[in-house]
């Protein structure tokens, strides 16, 4: 790749042709969680805070009726920082000279100007669309000519509080590199390769250690024991909607049987794959700016509860605040260990938590991945054409277009699922057995028949 094109695909800031497309879907700005005074004390008495999205700073708040709005963080009046504005209820108050907006970024009130003086209404500080879903509060910040897309019609969307839960974390790299290893289908073969069968399949972090859904010879196989043993596996990628792409990993394990991971892509930086046999992760990119990146994790039930303070509880442990950063990284070497390297874990960065293995990944590879240095091969193809339909989507957009999976409500009611799934099936018979498998999944979940029969 050329110096110029790796620039084009990884620079989001205002003004940028990447940046104009990622503009044009609803971004994560922050969890609901961070505005419960149970888990946020400090948000009992003043329910603000700043963020940064897209190269861009903000501050997010919640008034007294409830309502969140997300504004510019620089005052209209003269630039102050609103992060340190007083908090008054009904809107916020520039501590400088005392500028007020509500929620909708409406001026109330100018109080060293002259009795009489109308400059308040003709102030308004720019403010973003906002809405809620899955625990997660998404921004609009798209141009005001063009309408808002909606939501797909995700699981991760649609479950109720009782069967999601969303977590999130922040990266030191681009988003494209952090969205890269999720989409690559051959990198858990070696990254997270256990040496050794292990205990405690259910504890956090080690979901390899499950079993996969089938038998080989009456006998349930890990996932650790599948990626160690069949490591070059057949990758298939097929688009199933615009935007949309289904992933099929083949692992050959003997002639009558073959291990099957179904995963999704969704454009433009999101991607959906099974934790277990009734849990799924949708988790999505978003760039915090050139070199940093939020990940937003939704967790989605097909069984059982989920328990959301135990698992808020494991993945707060790992976790640094205010920035969420994670307690391992390039200071520390991400917990590196010769020894456990040489009889443990193919890294060497523990077994506790795997998503420490991502993040050295993406770390590792700079700030922004200089991709005029890579040899991509064959177990490449799906980074290969993800990009190939990113370059694609900023020219659409750049033409006045719309891009892949910026859709109507009617279109976004159709993306129901995806589903996913790892499965040993019959060799001759695989594709209608992870289908039914994924089919029999859907219809455990009480709640998808709920909201079935109220449809």
């Not at 005001?144 to 069967?163: G, N, Q």
């Not at 890579?374 to 190939?388: F, M, P, Q």
Request: aromatic share 10%.
């Amino acid at each position: 790749m050329q110096a110029a094109q790796n620039d084009l695909i990884t620079r989001i800031g205002p003004g940028t042709p990447c940046g104009a497309l990622m503009r044009r879907y609803w971004q994560p700005v922050a969890l609901l969680d961070e505005f419960d005074p149970r888990l946020f004390p400090e948000m009992a008495a003043r329910p603000l805070k700043a963020v940064r999205l897209l190269g861009q700073d903000f501050v997010l708040f919640r008034d007294q009726s409830g309502r969140f709005g997300l504004l510019d963080r620089d005052c209209p009046h003269r630039g102050a920082d609103l992060k340190f504005a007083r908090h008054e209820g009904d809107g916020i108050r520039c501590p400088f000279h005392g500028w007020k907006f509500d929620a909708a970024g409406r001026c109330l009130e100018t109080p060293a100007e002259p009795a009489g003086s109308t400059l308040c209404r003709r102030v308004r500080q720019q403010s973003y669309p906002l809405r809620t879903a899955a625990g997660v509060i998404f921004a609009w910040l798209g141009p005001d000519e063009v309408a808002p897309p909606e939501l797909p019609a995700f699981d991760a969307f649609r479950a109720p509080a009782t069967h999601s839960f969303a977590f999130k974390g922040m990266w030191r790299c681009n988003w494209l590199q952090a969205f890269e290893v999720g989409i690559d289908p051959a990198h858990p073969s070696f990254l997270h390769r256990m040496l050794d069968e292990g205990e405690d399949a259910d504890a956090f972090g080690r979901q390899f250690r499950a079993a996969s859904v089938g038998e080989v010879d009456g006998a349930r196989w890990p996932m650790t024991r599948i990626m160690r043993e069949f490591c070059s596996p057949e990758i298939r990628h097929e688009e199933v909607a615009p935007g949309l792409v289904r992933i099929t990993t083949l692992r050959a394990i003997d002639q009558a049987h073959t291990h099957v991971r179904v995963t999704h892509a969704a454009f433009p930086y999101t991607f959906v794959i099974p934790l277990s046999e009734t849990v799924t992760i949708t988790q999505m990119h978003v760039p915090i700016d050139d070199t940093h990146t939020w990940w937003y994790s939704f967790f989605t039930s097909f069984g059982a509860p989920l328990d959301r303070e135990t698992m808020r509880a494991q993945r707060m442990a790992n976790t640094v605040l205010p920035d969420w950063t994670p307690r391992m990284g390039a200071h520390n070497d991400w917990g590196f260990s010769a020894e456990e390297q040489r009889g443990r874990t193919y890294l060497g960065m523990g077994e506790a938590d795997i998503n420490v293995h991502d993040q050295w990944a993406v770390e590792s590879m700079g700030a922004i991945q200089d991709r005029t240095r890579e040899h991509l091969g064959t177990s490449d193809k799906v980074i290969i054409a993800n990009r190939r339909m990113l370059l694609q989507a900023i020219e659409t957009v750049r033409n006045g277009g719309a891009p892949p999976l910026a859709v109507d409500a009617e279109a976004a009611a159709a993306l129901s699922g995806p589903d996913t799934i790892d499965c040993i099936a019959p060799a001759q018979d695989w594709q209608a057995y992870w289908q039914r498998q994924a089919a029999a999944k859907r219809e455990g979940a009480a709640w998808l028949a709920a909201a079935a029969a109220a449809a």
